[in-house]
């Protein structure tokens, strides 16, 4: 009925007669690397293959293989080293597929697989190659597997349609035809609501059913007429079913099916049907819209999903709803947002776990990194009461999946400790379930404290969640009570945490452990202290005697008093810092307008000379220094400055450079840059107050033609340490952006652009100011490395995409760097494998990058600005010590010790009365006159 056939290709082996060769996978692979290498021609690839042993191209196709071991080797040492590079596993891939090495591709893919989720170009081209050897019978469950594993990846039209083909090629079977049908059946459910791709699989299940029928038809006159006619009529029926099912379907080409199913039937069109067919056609028309949107898009397309799915929403098709998801999770499979809301949907909409738990385990495996993830996939699995076995298996591999926060870590713990309570139906018999759950407790506590300190739960909810099962389920008060003791080492200063323990002591009944509880809150709390003492006030009115009640009114009004007192001093202190600071900020001010006051009279001073120098002859007389009534007074500084510029031409042309026309030019630099030309200017800062126009031009004139260079000067004519550089085309602005930091008379020079202030208020910066995931901070590195060894350690983790050594101003590294990569993944590698390694003897430390924020660095400088300085004044520069060092003792006693100094030693050649003896007590002028002769 069906015939099946032996894939087989000719060639000409040797000088052979020809014969048929099997044609596997590897061969075909193998002849398209020897076509890339140039070993075979189009003409032997397509026809048969010459194979010569004296050709002289062996030679040439040793050397390729050997460059591709080498290569492949070197990939499957990346991976090795981090299975988490999804690009690395891609280039082994295509470097083994080039190879010929079925077994080790289909290795290679394999390990990828458990990993990573394959997108649908992967799965095909692995079906592709494992095709050929699905004749064989030891491969076809293989190859079975292997299409059950792709479907579940991402819905994919295509994949489906291979799956149902390679079925049928094991139609011969007993239930052949059966499971053929099955697959389409599942095929049309997983698929067949895509509205553009949709069709595609319904046609093919309608061929698979017509060939059936054709069969049947021509089997009619030689089987049993009337069971063949049974079997013809069923058929038919089971066609006509088919297209009345994906006429009901809105779907692309859905005109041509109704006109297949008119030229098909001999019948009249039902009114059912019709009517079924032109309410898809309506939401076609509906849909068409936005499917337009989404094929004029560019990826991702989440915004035009996301109204997609607003609108299946809202006519409420849980199916349609379910498809679009698909879709949109298929172009967008690395959006958490997207997960979370699809998997929130089937929980809470849908509520079927046997849909829900595969979408939540693709959910994990395709965002790992997202803890709400795997607690959604966690609650899910209860639902569906899986075995606590299977839960644990998830639970311990997301604890591995490296989450960017210690709260998700806290709420996957809080998650997974639910579970384990609620697995306990009897507190009095279940002891290995209890045992169990104090083991989780205990665990949870010691994994947040030992990777997170107090920052990763931060309220101390593992804490309190346990306290509250040991004192209400376990009946063990003291254990509790030791528990929240721990929690109030870290919180001991906050006032709701005192107030939470106390309301937990006193709701089990424990008044006497409650009343010192509240005692001690009373001593160590700062926050909100009249809020705690009213609480232990109206505390022992309901609980105390009367002695105890004027105890503690007593021990609160004490308390109250301390911390007014210290609030007064504080308020004090701080009205004494702003009235200092105000007066630090009023002499700065008078400071600096009596600065500006002397360089406009001093400009003006300027101005006169160079007017009157002008008036005079090329030689001019040198001006006599002004006296001020001394007999022989020397010239003042200013008039050995005025003398100095009398000179002659050269000095009336530096003059002329210092008039204040050329200062409000200089003043104007950033307006004219701005208004006139700010797209081809470049702002150069950081420079040496030596470098001029010249050397600028000889550094950036290979960046394009220069239109202008302006040096920003002072009143006196000298550089300020900035500039901006004007070329005639933007294209060459934009490559002087790429020489930002290159050396410039040994100095780096920074180059960015020419801005306007006032429209730019807010400062620019080109890297990231929080968390950046792709990138790692690097410290304690020598000074003396450079970027390419830093990259030969780096890039054994991951592709890097730049290296950052930091500098200073003058160009000298600082001992840190930030190395950023292509992924994610790559930078968490780095940080695991390369935190503490040795780097020329030092070992270097790894995290990702976080830059401080302005309140982290404002405390750094507080800190620093607290560290005590020897002395009042401190020891100034110029302190020196005047006692002789001869008469310095070889050690000094330190307090608290019996330790005696040592005696000076006689020196050899030298007479003991020569050397002074500390036992001989103060030592008179002679006797320094004597030592200092010396």
Not at 284 to 299: N, T, W
Not at 421 to 446: C, P
């Amino acid at each position: 009925m069906f015939e099946t056939f032996e894939r087989t290709r000719t060639y000409d082996i040797g000088h052979s007669p020809t014969r048929k060769v099997p044609t596997t996978a590897t061969t075909f692979i193998r002849l398209a690397k020897m076509e890339e290498s140039g070993v075979l021609g189009s003409d032997d690839v397509d026809g048969s293959m010459e194979m010569n042993e004296e050709s002289s191209d062996s030679s040439d196709s040793d050397e390729s293989n050997n460059r591709y071991d080498e290569e492949i080797q070197n990939l499957q040492e990346s991976v090795t080293a981090n299975p988490f590079q999804y690009d690395g596993h891609i280039s082994l891939i295509k470097a083994l597929r080039l190879s010929g090495d079925l077994d080790a591709t289909r290795k290679a893919r394999e390990c990828m697989s458990e990993i990573f989720p394959l997108t649908e170009e992967l799965w095909l081209e692995w079906i592709n190659d494992e095709k050929p050897l699905a004749s064989l019978p030891a491969q076809r469950n293989y190859m079975e597997s292997l299409l059950q594993k792709a479907v579940k990846d991402y819905q994919s039209v295509r994949v489906w349609i291979e799956y149902c083909q390679v079925a049928m090629d094991g139609i011969q079977s007993a239930n052949g035809i059966d499971n053929v049908r099955k697959l389409y059946e599942k095929a049309v459910t997983a698929v067949g609501l895509h509205l553009t791709e949709g069709s595609s699989v319904w046609d093919s299940y309608r061929e698979f059913e017509m060939e059936i029928l054709q069969s049947y038809q021509q089997l009619h006159g030689i089987e049993n007429a009337g069971t063949s006619l049974q079997r013809i009529e069923e058929q038919i029926a089971r066609v006509e079913v088919l297209f009345k099912r994906q006429l009901a379907v809105p779907l692309f080409g859905m005109e041509q099916t109704m006109q297949e199913y008119e030229d098909w039937t001999s019948n009249p069109i039902p009114d059912t049907v019709d009517k079924a067919y032109q309410k898809a056609l309506a939401k076609l028309e509906k849909c068409m819209p936005l499917e337009d949107a989404l094929s004029k898009a560019l990826k991702p397309k989440l915004a035009e999903y996301r109204d997609y799915i607003a609108l299946e929403m809202k006519d409420g098709d849980p199916a349609r709803v379910q498809c679009i998801y698909e879709r949109a999770i298929k172009d967008n499979c690395l959006d958490p947002s997207l997960w979370i809301e699809y998997t929130e949907y089937l929980d809470k909409k849908l509520k079927v776990a046997s849909v829900a738990l595969p979408v939540h385990e693709r959910a994990t495996r395709n965002c790992p990194w997202v803890g709400k993830l795997w607690v959604n996939y966690i609650k899910a699995m209860e639902k569906e009461n899986r075995e606590p076995s299977d839960v644990k298996v998830v639970f311990q591999k997301a604890l591995t999946c490296g989450f960017s926060s210690g709260s998700a870590y806290t709420e996957l713990w809080l998650t997974y400790s639910d579970y384990m309570k609620r697995q306990i139906t009897s507190w009095d018999t279940d002891e290995g379930k209890i045992k169990d759950l104090r083991e989780t407790f205990e665990n949870a506590v010691n994994y947040m404290d030992h990777y997170f300190g107090t920052d990763g739960d931060k309220l101390s909810l593992l804490r309190r969640y346990w306290a509250a099962i040991e004192a209400k389920y376990l009946n063990n008060l003291r254990k509790a009570q030791e528990i929240w003791d721990s929690v109030m080492k870290i919180h001991g200063k906050e006032t709701h945490m005192w107030l939470e323990y106390t309301h937990f002591l006193r709701l089990h009944g424990d008044l006497v452990s409650c009343r010192r509880v509240f005692q001690r809150a009373v001593q160590t709390t700062v926050d909100d202290t009249e809020k705690l003492c009213g609480a232990f006030v109206c505390f022992e009115r309901e609980e105390g005697t009367f002695e105890q009640l004027e105890s503690a009114i007593e021990r609160t009004e004490n308390q109250l008093k301390k911390v007014e007192n210290r609030r007064q001093k504080e308020t004090e202190f701080d009205a004494s810092k702003v009235a200092e600071r105000e007066q630090k900020q009023e002499r700065q001010k008078q400071a600096k307008l009596q600065k500006n006051k002397q360089n406009r009279k001093l400009g003006k001073q300027q101005k006169l000379t160079d007017e009157s120098s002008l008036k005079k002859n090329a030689f001019p007389k040198r001006k006599l220094p002004i006296s001020t009534g001394g007999k022989d007074e020397p010239p003042t500084k200013k008039a050995k400055e005025a003398s100095r510029h009398d000179g002659g031409p050269a000095d009336q042309n530096k003059v002329e450079a210092k008039t204040d026309d050329n200062f409000i030019e200089d003043k104007s630099l950033i307006k004219r840059a701005s208004e006139d030309a700010k797209d081809r200017t470049v702002f150069l800062s950081n420079l040496l107050f030596s470098v001029g126009e010249k050397d600028i031009e000889e550094k950036f004139q290979q960046c394009g033609e220069i239109a202008d260079i302006r040096i920003s000067r002072n009143f006196m004519g000298r550089s300020k340490g900035f500039a901006y550089l004007e070329f005639k085309d933007k294209v060459s602005c934009e490559k002087a952006l790429q020489q930002d930091r290159a050396l410039l008379n040994g100095r780096p020079v920074f180059v960015s652009p020419c801005l306007d202030k006032e429209a730019n208020k807010q400062p620019q910066f080109k890297y990231a100011l929080t968390v950046d995931k792709h990138t790692v901070f690097v410290t304690n590195i020598p000074f003396d490395v450079t970027k390419e060894e830093l990259e030969q350690i780096f890039n054994k983790v991951g592709e890097i995409k730049e290296i950052r050594i930091v500098t200073n101003r003058a160009g000298k590294p600082k001992g840190y760097a930030y190395i950023e990569y292509l992924d994610e993944t790559s930078a968490s590698g780095a940080v695991l494998k390369l935190d503490g390694h040795t780097i020329k003897e030092r070992q270097i430390f790894v995290a990702i990058s976080k830059a401080p924020s302005r309140e982290e660095k404002a405390k750094q400088r507080t800190d620093q600005n607290k560290q005590p300085i020897p002395g009042s004044r401190g020891r100034a520069k110029t302190q020196l010590a005047l006692v002789p060092r001869s008469i310095h003792t070889h050690a000094t006693q330190q307090p608290g010790t019996n330790q005696q100094p040592k005696q000076s030693q006689t020196q050899p050649g030298t007479s003991e009365s020569t050397q002074p003896k500390e036992a001989a007590g103060k030592l008179s002028n002679d006797d320094f006159r004597k030592l200092l002769g010396k």
